[in-house]
């Protein structure tokens, strides 16, 4: 299962016609490509990078996190500092359309950030169960285009972005990070899946908090995957 999340989230980290993970992902205001993302397996091992650049597999240094270090959660420098001493490669991930876009964003009077929706947005968050009955999930991106230089999404943070129970199933979320990480969202999820609640139950319930916890609904997408085990 865990392999199954890694190898399938490398997929779309080196596809870059996605702008929103990885290779060619969309850089923060300063034109900077910063990546989040996290993995977790069946018996609460987890693993996270957060505001990494220059890397181009963010999931597969969160597993060597998780399997290697006794942390969870690495960041900024350090994380790529231990990226590059575990092997990966410094890789230019800012494609010459991303950059394009950002010089023609900074160009413009309002500099407004862009809406986090499914029409602009493309996160990837995964969860596998394999035979043996061992569920994990994942998620991986470049977060927010254009926002502020250090801005940390939920992508990287166990119990938002992503969260596996063994006995009871797994979340994941995409969408505007910062609605996530208010409500602890995919922990929420899991939470009522304990509770007797079908994932997709579950993830209405969380849903409906979120709508509850945020006054602006007009341009705030979250979304929530889910499976019980
Ligand atoms: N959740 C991600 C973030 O806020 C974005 C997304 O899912 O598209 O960084």
Known sequence: ???????GL??????ASNSSVGLGGIP????????????????????????????????????KVMENTPHVMLSGKGAYDFAIKNGFQH????????????LEWKAESEKKLPKINHENHDTIAMITIDESGHIA??????????????????????????YVDPDVGAACATGMGEAVIRICGTHAVVEQMRNGLSPDEACQ?????????????????????????
């Open 1 to 7: 299962a865990l392999n199954a999340i890694e190898k």
């Open 10 to 15: 490398n997929i779309t980290e080196s596809d």
């Open 28 to 63: 923060d205001e300063n034109g900077l490509v910063t990546l989040d993302a996290c993995i977790m397996d069946h018996e609460y091992n987890c693993g996270s990078v957060s505001f990494l650049q220059n890397i181009e597999h963010p999931i597969s240094v969160a597993r």
């Open 91 to 102: 890789t230019n991930l800012l494609s010459t359309e991303s950059y394009q876009k950002w």
């Open 137 to 162: 999930a994942g998620c991986t991106t470049s977060g927010w285009a254009y926002k502020l230089h250090g801005r940390v999404g939920d992508s990287p943070i166990i119990g938002a972005g992503i």
């Open 205 to 229: 319930v969380v849903i409906e908090r979120v709508k509850k916890s945020n006054k602006d609904l007009k341009d705030l997408q979250v979304g929530f995957i889910a499976m019980n085990i």
